[in-house]
């Protein structure tokens, strides 16, 4: 489980859009870590696993592709098959 500091609560930062008001809610459990910044360069990538501050959780590396975001909404809410 996690929860925002106090000085960015109610924010979130949107790459190439600046910092927008978000209603805050938490504490939450971190279901995945995206790596925006490794390309994901496989039609179908392994099942990747990270480890931070002693959570294990699926790796995903980010796709610069219109549909990334709701590929991965789709992920967080159904999970993954293949």
């Known amino acids: 489980m996690t929860d925002a500091p106090e000085t960015i609560r109610g924010r979130i930062e949107a790459r190439s859009l600046g910092i927008l008001n978000a209603d805050a809610v938490g504490p939450a459990r971190v279901a995945a870590y995206v790596d925006l910044g490794t390309p994901e360069d496989q039609r179908l990538p392994p099942m990747r696993m990270c480890t931070v501050l ?4 699926p790796l995903i590396h980010g796709v610069d592709a219109p549909h990334f975001a709701a590929a991965l909404f789709q992920f ?3 999970g993954r098959w293949a």
Request: glycine residues 14%.
């Open 54 to 57: 002693g959570v294990t959780m």
């Open 76 to 78: 967080l809410k159904a």
